[in-house]
């Protein structure tokens, strides 16, 4: 198939509520649109494919890549983004979730929200007429997943096989380790969760897991004992309290992970890899879940794989704005006269 031919040139589905929405093929799709746009606009050029196109940004919580890539994403591509923080609409006070999505579904185009509970990014996408993306639920976060993605495939080991690739999550089971889980077995890479066993994984995030690796390949574990971090390609990390965990004091967290669960030099080291690369989806807590040895270490990509948001976000309003084989045509014809 030619490069710049999607498989799926119209999205299967009408929002992207979860990466489970979407089968392999298509999420290599909008990998693959991300990466040739991301090199087309470095290259110096221009896109307009979304011209006169709005995205309805709803946040029910504070955000900095999730806000910032969506909206430089629409402006690179000739559309406009609304930020609608909290506050700022009837959302909330005289207005409930069901009513905002009809409204926005009238108004826009597309409608991207960080919210909560997941129950509201369900809600969004039950009652608006157009494409709704989460930004992120207190169950997953597939935009992250898929900057996670990229990010993965532009640091490839070399010589490694697609089966053999290993991922190890370490530490809590964030929504952001549910959807690495999820999205990584789906395209048949082994996922680990290094990690203690009351913020373990939870079944069923492993089960998906398996179930994808028995179709495509891979593995999904979860486990305590530091051999599994043996042979990783990849150490990923996130916070271990914060958005959803108010209710919690700090104190309780640092004593279920530090130090067992700290990703310094010792555990990088642990791998017995030296090529392997360090992953977080920030914001961190500096030397407290990672090291800032790690962490703007050689080996960190973290900055690479935060850019990818953006990466990301461009495929990502490109596809459910119904334009992405139109973009790729464009590019591709851009390229030959060139």
Not at 106 to 117: E, G, H, L, N
Request: with cysteine.
């Amino acid at each position: 198939m030619d490069i710049f031919t999607l498989k799926h040139q119209e999205p299967t589905k009408k929002d992207f509520i979860d990466t489970a929405d979407f089968e392999q093929s298509e999420i290599v799709d909008i990998i693959k649109l991300s990466r040739i746009v991301r090199s087309y606009i470095k290259e110096g050029g221009t896109l307009e494919s979304l011209y006169h196109k709005t995205l309805a940004m709803l946040f029910e919580q504070k955000s900095t890549r999730t806000r910032v890539s969506f909206e430089v994403a629409m402006a690179q591509l000739g559309g406009h983004a609304l930020n609608l923080a909290p506050g700022a609409i009837q959302l909330g006070a005289h207005e409930t979730i069901e009513d905002t999505a009809i409204v926005l579904g009238r108004m826009c185009d597309m409608v991207m929200s960080r919210v909560d509970k997941h129950e509201s990014i369900e809600a969004l996408a039950k009652y608006s007429k157009v494409p709704v993306i989460n930004g992120m639920s207190d169950r997953v976060h597939p935009t992250q997943g898929i900057g996670d993605m990229i990010t993965v495939f532009d640091h490839w080991p070399k010589g490694k096989k697609i089966n053999d690739l290993k991922i190890v999550f370490v530490g809590d089971a964030t929504q952001v380790c549910n959807t690495l889980c999820e999205i990584s077995t789906k395209l048949g890479f082994n996922f680990v969760h290094y990690g203690p066993e009351n913020h373990k994984i939870s079944d069923e995030w492993l089960e998906i897991g398996r179930k994808n690796a028995e179709k495509y390949g891979g593995s999904a574990i979860w486990s305590e004992d530091p051999e599994t971090l043996k042979g990783a390609d990849f150490i990923y990390t996130d916070v271990w309290y914060g958005l959803y965990d108010k209710e919690t004091p700090k104190e309780v967290y640092m004593k279920d992970f530090y130090p067992k669960y700290q990703v310094n030099d010792e555990m990088m080291a642990a791998t017995e890899n030296p090529n392997c690369k360090f992953m977080h989806c920030l914001p961190a807590n500096r030397n407290e879940e990672v090291t800032d040895s790690v962490l703007d270490g050689p080996n960190s990509v973290a900055w690479d794989e935060a850019e990818n948001r953006l990466t990301a976000q461009r495929g990502l309003v490109l596809y459910f704005g119904r334009v992405g084989q139109k973009t790729l045509d464009y590019i591709k014809g851009q390229k030959e006269v060139k």
